[in-house]
């Protein structure tokens, strides 16, 4: 008896499971790539801002001033309206050709300046490392590709 009510259950979480495989992602494609811009407008928004509410523009500066760059922290603080205008932009889906090229540009940039000399993974085998970049660069170009504007 107790055998035949765990076979009921596990052929109805079974059915269950399939239902839902079936249905899974429970988002068209378009909606999904709407999904994945306003996630990446955020990520930028967020660091833009942090880096303003927390003070560190003028270090992240004085970082760049060591790599031997002139003028850090301008150039910081044009990366920052550049992170929030463009991220406000690429929310609501303007210029989102031009604007995923410029973060990419950025990107690939602190890639070269940052991340590189840490390796690849961000986390648990590393630190700092430029696995993250490179997936923000291939959610750029899916962003880039999705917009069928000329």
């Known amino acids: 008896m107790l055998i ?8 109805n979480l079974t059915k269950y499971a399939l239902v839902f495989m079936k249905n899974f992602p429970f988002i068209s494609l378009p909606n999904t790539l709407v ?3 306003l996630s990446v407008a955020f990520i930028f928004l967020a660091h833009a801002i942090i880096r303003v509410t927390g003070g560190t523009v003028v270090r992240f500066g004085d970082y760049l001033n060591n790599k031997g ?3 850090g922290t301008p150039l910081v603080w044009g990366l920052t309206v550049y992170e929030v205008v463009g991220g406000f932009l690429l929310a609501f ?5 031009w604007l995923s090229a410029g973060f990419i540009g950025i990107i690939a940039l602190g890639i070269v300046i940052i991340h590189l000399e840490n390796g690849w993974f961000v986390g648990e085998h590393g630190t700092g490392g430029c696995e993250y970049s490179f997936l923000l660069i291939i959610a750029l170009i899916v962003i880039a590709a999705a917009d069928k504007k000329k």
């Open 4 to 11: 035949g009510k765990f076979e009921d259950t596990y052929i």
């Open 35 to 37: 999904l994945l811009r």
């Open 69 to 71: 760059f002139v003028y």
């Open 93 to 97: 889906g303007f210029f989102t050709k």
